[in-house]
């Protein structure tokens, strides 16, 4: 028998990393959301070559990008109070239901020419509305899939690798999509995942009461939870270096249609496998991350995982040879991912259930709402500086801040443990 286990020493490793799989609930959810994501990067792939296309403006980019995101930064708190009373899973059939709505509306207008900047602004508007609700409702409703609490970091790093292998596999689709028929095709694609999504939703069985607190005002639940959140340093702390690096350096995606078109004078396929780079260290990370067994060990990673990312940027940003370029797009996939999943896991991890729709809409915020702000300035900066400078300046603020958070991991470690200890994580000794 110990011989068999070394003639196949991945087997264990393989069913840890995908353990979260036995729960038929998660499966389904898996599926949807995995089909989605690979719809959701084919149409960011075809808005932003589209947008380009179209006025050949890098600040136009970044202005699309702020459209699309910044109302969910302004209507994320209220959707966590909400995603804390409402049920979850209702939230995230309407939201999908809006976005069908929102892709085939893309659609008629680029498939009869009548396309313009104008409408991709609203359009972009109206998704940013609805994903205010959809993405604290969609990191929530992964703790009612799972059984196990110990599995929560297992599903949180699966749904990262899913990501990944939707940003390899949409950019590139994406690309080719456009280049044969156009981006018309890539939104109804779009679509199409969508209705799938709605479908594995409806065959999810599970019964979500509201929480606690549901029978206070929204501002008093808001609040709450905000004090809740940044009264503890350690959560704190995990937010605002999100907050940062979303806001210095998770917009480098605006710009890349101007690296593909005008620095390696490509065209959407060349797009398509930048983005797919990243995609790639992502996926990396994701698996690594999935294949842990414990929560444990996490916190000295975040830093580091931060400073990767930065570093990454910085070194992006100089290269002018293309296959250079693409091999330094995975470590900054591998960094930017690593701390994504890290902060998600260890915020899902400490905050209690009652607060968790509220908590995860600040991480929604920190991440996907300070994008857009960084975005609309990378693109001013892109107009006034060029795209090399403006990375350089966003690397280095992400490298500085890895440190700032490294001098106070001591502090943190030491005010999570008795957290730790009292969920059963930590021994008592």
Partial sequence: ????????????????????LSYRNYRLFFIGNGLSMIGNWMQQIAISWLV?????????????????????????????????????????????????????????LVMTDMITVWHILLLSVFFGLISAFDIPARQSFVVD??????????????????????????????????????????????????????????????????????????????????????????????LLLMGLVGLMGMSYAVLLPVFAKDIFHGGPHTLGFLTAAAGV?????????????????LGRLVPISAGIFGLGLMLFSISRVFWISFCLLIPVGFGMMVHLALTNTILQTVVEDDMRGRVMSFFAMAFMGTVPLGSL??????????????????????????????????????????????MGILSER
Avoid at 54 to 62: D, I, N, V
Avoid at 281 to 297: C, D, P
Avoid at 385 to 406: D, H, K, M, P, Q
Wanted: charged fraction near 15%; charge should be positive.
């Fill in 1 to 20: 028998m110990k011989l068999q286990k070394n003639i196949f020493p991945l087997s264990d490793n393989v069913k840890l990393v995908f353990r979260t």
């Fill in 377 to 422: 300035m990378a693109g001013w900066l892109a107009d006034s500086i060029g795209v090399s400078w403006t990375l350089i300046i966003g690397g280095l603020c992400c490298v500085l801040a890895s440190f700032a958070y490294e001098r106070q991991l001591p502090l943190l470690r030491d005010m999570v443990r008795p957290v730790y200890k009292k």
């Fill in 281 to 297: 260290g992502g996926l990396t990370a994701s698996l690594y991350l999935a294949s842990r067994r414990t929560v444990l060990g």
């Fill in 52 to 108: 380009y296309r179209l006025t050949g403006s890098s600040l136009l980019l970044g202005i699309v990008a702020f459209a699309g995101l910044f109302p969910g930064f302004i209507l994320m708190p209220l959707a966590g109070v909400l995603t804390d009373r409402w049920n979850r899973r209702r939230i995230l059939l309407v939201s999908q239901i809006l976005a069908t709505l929102q892709a085939l509306a893309l659609t008629f």
């Fill in 145 to 238: 899939l799972i059984g196990k609490r110990e599995d929560l970091g297992s599903a949180i790093a699966l749904n990262s690798a899913l990501f990944n292998c939707a940003r390899l596999l949409g950019p590139s689709l994406a690309g080719v999509t456009i280049a044969v028929v156009g981006e018309g095709i890539c939104f109804f694609l779009n679509s199409l995942t969508y209705v799938v999504f709605t479908v594995t939703l409806i065959l999810v069985k599970i019964e979500h009461a509201p929480n606690t607190g549901s029978d206070t005002d929204i501002f008093s639940g808001f609040r709450a939870g905000f004090k809740y959140a940044f009264g503890f340093l350690p959560v704190r702390a995990l």
